[in-house]
């Protein structure tokens, strides 16, 4: 058993756990009510074959009629063929659709044109192209596309803008990865998805835990104190915290605030979208 | 005297104040079919929660043909209803009416807007200034709106005006899933209702919506309680529910006998004391 099955097991007097009686109705009624409310009944995700999109796929089927729900796998070349295999393993035993396309003849030539490209430029590129295919699959499918970044990664800044972090509804937004392995763990997602190390399959090899530098469950455990419960830095480093981790997730949560609001607007009028034209989301639904 | 009420615990559409008022009725026909005196709904049930810029255009003057309507159909049963009043003098309101036997008996514009979290209703909407009881055929009534019952003065206020029958409008969103018993906010409000209920010996009919607007689900959990605390009748989470009870002003009677504490509230000491409070804040 490893680091995260054992966090998947965690006792309830943890303060990141969650209970599962409250949070999968919760998320649920939210798939199903935003959905159909707005007239859809069919929701579309990319399904990696990581922990996140398992459980935001796992929560659709769950909320909807399987029949509803269709699976996007989006391989690249050099992407892990278990990523693939889990996913296409999920879909079945979920019976909902799924459909594979590579997205190696899309990006390969792109990448061609420009050889000194870091991995970190590819791995956006990927993701952005993997969003296009999700929106025009949607479209396609009269269906809303699905969310799959957790409150941990949107945090951090952690995913692509515009690329995996685009959605429609994300049922898993406001859960920390530690919640999402606990809910998977409920949910009974394969063992071989809840148990991997969690990885973007960026470049091979390529592990979360070691591009960030600590482990989700540490980055959690400051997080859930820093912003749920609003604690000072003085109370942080009392609970053990150590200054140096505090001020580096302090500043990556800074500098991606960008990441999780639109796009800056030149204020010129007298009512302006975002900062006097504001009306919900769910407007007209 | 005994009397049924029932509680529509409905989901609104939001910004549709036309649909809202279709389910309104059907909630008022099903009110009649259950033979209820009176029926109570949530808080803006007629427009639904997240308005943000659409406060002005869901808004009704309570000489609106919506409400005409609906003071037609208490002169069958009263009704309890949360909207967006707008006043003469153009100022928006999240406001709730007590409608019975065709009229207007009292309206209650929320006085504690919370604007804070994820909370901004102090952008959208003006502020009452009154917590007031009023006589209803059921006795003595009073409304609080939501944010309005997370303040205890107000429904010292509104005990100590007479109340009989606490009527709480809400729009309670789904917070807080870590304990192992029920959602925070279920709990938090199970707690004001029955402290409310008990120690002002008075019964508490709660109305919260269910649906979900923008990502925020409302929790529902409608109930009643009450005067000696105890759970009347208790609506089910995350559903649409018309939930009934049956209420006798014999049970309050018995809680102010059992424990007579309004008798011995010492309304003297408390306005003195917050006089004295209140001269030493303004220096």
């Not at chain 1, 899309?106 to 430029?121: A, C, G, I, N, W």
């Not at chain 2, 029932?6 to 059907?26: T, W």
Request: some cysteine; aromatic content about 8%; proline content about 5%.
């Amino acid at each position: 058993m490893n680091a995260h099955t054992e966090a998947a097991l965690r006792k309830q007097d943890d303060p990141l756990w969650v209970n599962p009686e409250i949070v999968l109705p919760l998320l649920e009624g939210f798939i199903r009510d935003e959905i159909t409310k707005v007239g859809i009944s069919n929701v579309v995700l990319n399904l990696s074959g990581g922990i996140d999109s398992a459980v935001s796929c796992v929560l659709a089927a769950r909320a909807m009629p399987p029949e509803n729900v269709t699976a996007l796998m989006l391989p690249y070349k050099t992407s892990h063929p278990d990523s693939l295999g889990d996913a296409q393993t999920l879909a079945r035993q979920l019976g909902i659709r799924s459909m594979t396309i590579s997205v190696t003849e899309q990006v390969d030539p792109y990448f061609e044109k420009f050889p000194d490209m870091t991995p970190l430029r590819k791995a956006n590129k990927m993701a952005r192209e993997r969003m296009t295919i999700l929106y025009d699959q949607a479209s396609a499918l009269d269906a809303l596309p699905l969310g799959t970044s957790n409150k941990t990664e949107l945090l951090l800044g952690y995913g692509t803008i515009y690329g995996d972090m685009a959605s429609a509804l994300n049922p898993i937004g406001d859960l920390y990865k530690t919640q999402v392995w606990q809910i998977a763990r409920h949910l009974g997602v394969p063992e071989e998805i809840v148990s991997k190390k969690p990885t973007a399959d960026l470049w091979p090899g390529q592990t979360d835990e070691s591009e960030l530098g600590f482990t989700y469950e540490k980055a959690d455990r400051l997080l859930y104190h820093m912003i749920d419960r609003r604690r000072s830095r003085a109370e942080l480093e009392r609970l053990g915290f150590e200054p140096a981790f505090i001020q580096e997730l302090e500043n990556r949560v800074k500098r991606s605030q960008f990441k999780r609001r639109l796009p800056l607007i030149a204020k010129v009028s007298m009512r302006t979208i975002e900062s006097d034209f504001r009306y919900p989301r769910d407007w007209g639904r | 005297m005994g009397f049924k009420v029932g509680i529509a615990q409905i989901a609104p559409a939001l910004g549709d104040v036309h649909e809202n008022m279709k389910r309104i009725e059907r909630c008022i026909e099903r009110a009649l079919d259950e033979k209820t005196d009176l029926v109570v709904f949530p808080e803006l049930a007629l427009t639904g929660y997240t308005l943000k810029d659409m406060v002005p255009s869901v808004s009704l003057r309570l000489d609106s043909p919506e409400l005409k309507r609906l003071m037609d159909a208490s002169e069958r049963l009263s009704i309890a209803v949360g909207f967006v009043e707008e006043s003469p003098d153009y100022r928006f309101f999240n406001s709730a009416a007590y409608l019975e036997k065709g009229k207007i008996l009292h309206v209650h514009r929320k006085v504690y807007l919370p604007n804070y979290g994820m909370f901004e209703e102090n952008r959208d909407f003006a502020a009452g200034s009154r917590f007031r009881a009023f006589n209803a055929e059921f006795g003595r009534c009073g409304i609080l709106i939501c944010e309005d019952m997370w303040h205890p003065s107000a429904a010292y206020v509104i005990a100590q005006d007479g109340c009989e029958l606490l009527i709480a409008l809400s729009c309670s969103p789904a917070r807080g899933a870590q304990s192992d018993g029920d959602l925070y906010s279920a709990d938090a409000w199970q707690t004001l209702n029955r402290v409310y209920a008990h120690l002002y010996s008075q019964y508490v009919l709660y109305a919260n919506r269910v649906g979900y607007e923008d990502g925020v689900g409302y929790w529902g959990g409608s109930e009643a309680i009450g005067p000696d605390g105890s759970v009347v009748a208790r609506a089910k989470q995350f559903e649409e529910q018309f939930l009934t009870a049956e209420l006798s002003s014999d049970a309050v009677r018995r809680a102010r006998i059992a424990s007579p504490l309004l008798r011995d509230e010492r309304l003297d000491i408390t306005l003195r004391e917050l006089k004295r409070i209140d001269r030493k804040r303004e220096k």
